[in-house]
Each structure stands twice: as C-alpha cells, then as structure tokens.
C-alpha cells in the first residue's frame, strides 16, 4: 500500500529556508514520480515541483524557480524541497502527491500535507 509522509514544515521569515521531506513507500519499482503541491489560504492547489526517481527529470512552477529545488535519496526513500528565499506568499499547506500517471501530469495520490507560514 502506497504511503507518503510529509515532515518538515514550520514557521520562518521573509528570506528564511526550510526543507520539507516526504518519505515514501510501497513502491514496487524505482519508475514513479514524486511532486508537491502547496494551497494557500482561500485559494485552489497548485503544483510547486515534481521529480522522476528513474531519470532525475525534475520540473518547476515559475514562482519557485531559482528558489526550490527538488531531490531525492533512494536509500532514504525520502524525497526532499529544499525552499529558499521564502516569501509571505509561500504560505500554505504543502503536499507530498504521487503521480500516478506519467510526465508529473497526475492524476496523484495525496499526503497528509505539511504546514509552511512565512511571515515577519
């Protein structure tokens, strides 16, 4: 059975950095995809940025761009979003999703989700 479990989020200020982790399991190959997803406060989801385990393809949205990055470590079977230069409207619940499909273009199992607030 497929779990994802998000750890990691906080509270930081504007500029700060936080690391969020997602350790995965029941997997049964080493060809899928992990991303996040964040939803702000009164506002729809929205894919943050997705990894391939087999290839290392990796992909962002344009508002992390230069400031995420995403990665994983196999043997830890943890996936990791490294977010830096934070911003208040970085807010929001993040979650770990499992691309169930191909290319990181869903449809996704979901986390429980992981709490980021950036403010001063």
């Known amino acids: 059975q497929l779990h994802l479990v998000e750890s990691g989020g906080g509270f930081v200020q504007p500029g700060g950095s936080l690391r969020l982790s997602c350790v995965v399991s029941g997997f049964t190959s080493d060809d899928y995809r992990i991303g996040w997803f964040r939803q702000a406060p009164g506002k729809e989801r929205e894919g943050v940025s997705c990894?391939?385990?087999?290839?290392?393809?990796?992909q962002y949205n344009d508002p992390v761009k230069g400031r995420f990055t995403i990665s994983s470590d196999i043997s830890k079977h943890t996936v990791y979003l490294q977010m830096n230069e934070l911003k208040p409207e970085d807010t929001g619940v993040y979650y770990c999703?499992?691309?169930?499909?191909?290319?990181?273009?869903?449809?996704?199992?979901w986390g429980q989700g992981t709490q980021v607030t950036v403010s001063s």
């Open positions: 990894i391939s385990e087999k290839d290392g393809f990796t």
């Open positions: 999703v499992h691309d169930r499909g191909y290319y990181c273009a869903g449809p996704w199992d």
